[in-house]
């Protein structure tokens, strides 16, 4: 079975602060691996999806296989960041998201 | 404008009152999807699509149901609300297959406070 880890549930950090929201998982395949993010009053959408190799926003996260991690980065926070953050993880063979697995959810704060 | 609409936006109801939350989308998606959504918790899927008159029941267990007649539209019912069906419910698209399919566009959801 697949599963998605976000260890923190809140996390708050200065404006102009390095952020780091933390995702693990175990899956025995090959993973995709995908981060969206629910701003106040606005719908959940997607950030970014490790096999576009984007930078979203100012964020980048890097699929590690060897430890089963996919954090979200960002150098420099803004206090437009904060927003709820959801890692999510589906085999990169499914034909849908039906397989699609999300983590619990960080709360990210920015403070001015 | 291509989007996913949700209607209801807010609802309360009683105990043993039916309800059917609406989702349609304009974005010509294949696939649809209604999850389950409390606070601190993962998103939960309850129900999904491939299509017209394909529905199947996800991971998480539900008293609801679902139907897709026509493409666009996929609604939820539930015959007879209770307390512990108070959530916030999410509908979704995909695209059909490909490296779309797992990327997924969000409705605004529908928050079900049944007393």
């Known amino acids: 079975a697949q599963r998605v880890t976000q260890p923190e549930k809140l996390l708050s950090v200065f404006k102009g602060a390095p952020v780091e929201l933390k995702c693990n998982y175990s899956?025995?395949?090959?993973?995709?691996l995908f981060w969206y993010v629910q701003y106040s009053r606005q719908r959940l959408q997607l950030l970014l999806r490790?096999?576009s190799r984007e930078s979203i926003k100012g964020f980048t996260a890097d699929l590690n296989k060897g430890e089963t991690s996919f954090h979200l980065k960002k150098p420099f926070a803004q206090e437009e960041d904060s927003a709820m953050y959801y890692c999510?993880?589906?085999?990169?063979?499914?034909?849908?998201?039906?397989?699609?697995?999300f983590g619990s959810g960080t709360q990210l704060t920015v403070l001015p | 404008e291509a989007d996913i609409y949700q209607t209801p936006r807010y609802l309360v109801i009683g105990t043993g009152k039916k309800i059917t939350l609406e989702c349609s989308q304009t974005?010509?998606?294949?696939?649809m999807y209604w999850y389950q959504q409390d606070p601190g918790m993962e998103l939960h899927l309850i129900h999904y699509?491939?299509?017209?008159?394909?529905?199947e029941k996800g991971d998480l267990s539900s008293e609801s149901t679902v139907s897709r007649i026509r493409t666009e539209h996929f609604p939820l019912t539930l015959e007879s609300a209770r307390p512990s069906h108070t959530s916030q419910y999410l509908c979704?698209?995909?695209?059909?297959?490909?490296?779309?399919?797992?990327?997924?566009?969000f409705g605004a959801g529908s928050r079900l406070t049944v007393l």
């Open positions: 999510a993880l589906s085999p990169i063979s499914s034909g849908s998201a039906r397989q699609l697995t």
């Open positions: 974005m010509g998606h294949d696939k």
């Open positions: 490790h096999i």
């Open positions: 979704a698209s995909s695209l059909g297959g490909g490296s779309g399919a797992n990327v997924l566009t």
């Open positions: 699509s491939y299509g017209v008159n394909s529905t």
């Open positions: 899956y025995s395949g090959s993973p995709e």
